[in-house]
């Protein structure tokens, strides 16, 4: 029997480039599938592994390029990832990339673009629900999976250290999140859709410009604000799972993570889930 074609590599090979030039962040972060062909054929037919590259270092190789190329726009990346390939493997004959960027927008607040606040492109639903009977009615109004992120002024820290604990406290991290957000209406507002603009532009206010201690803490404000500013508002409940951005370990290739290089991760989450009322 022949071998007609053969190709292997790694898929889904996530990374976030983060450029800093002070408060002013710029994200890239893309998806990759990187697969090469070449002089491999014997480990299909011979179970000769002796030319492989692992898949592991070629998650490994557009890591380090990553760091070494922060500024490249997606294009250029994936054509300095394809030249390690071809520069360090004689056995590599092709290499095929492709790539999904993940686009955030950078967020305005106060009028001005601001610098390390973003949203996602193309970002959630809007959301309603209405239960109505011959007593009454409760109408509720929304967004489904709205994501959201800042680059800076986030910590989580002073949480419970005990045998089961392995993640360090940090001052300073990426926060991102789906956000799921409910409001329930104790009366009609003027403009239902100009008081949900409002309500949205206020939650992504508060969270992009205070410094948070976790999702708890900017969830509780979040929610404060929207009901301080927006008094047809009885309640506001969130479900807000992390999107985890984990700094990769860069030192056994010989180079530094100054917060920089990202792993993108939103599985398993953290899953946090609160509702403010109004009282009195």
Known sequence: MALTASRYGKGRVRVMRLTRDGDHHVPR???LTVLMKGGFDAAWTAGDNRACVATDSVKNIV???AAKNLSLDKEAFAEAVAKVFLDTYPQVEEISIEATETRWLRQEIGGAPHGHTFILDGNGFGYVGLVASRGGSVLRSGLRGFTFMKTTQSGWADFVDDAYRTLPDTIDRIAATSMDATWTWAREPIDYAAANAKILSLLIEVFGTTYS????DSMYRMGEAAL???PELDEIG???PNKHYIPINLQPFGLENPGTVFLPT???HGQIEATIRRTG
Not at 213 to 216: A, F, R
């Open 213 to 216: 201690y976790g999702v708890q």
């Open 29 to 31: 972060e893309l998806t």
């Open 228 to 230: 301080a500013a927006v």
């Open 238 to 240: 969130f479900a807000m």
């Open 266 to 268: 939103d599985e398993p």
């Open 63 to 65: 890591n380090v390029t």
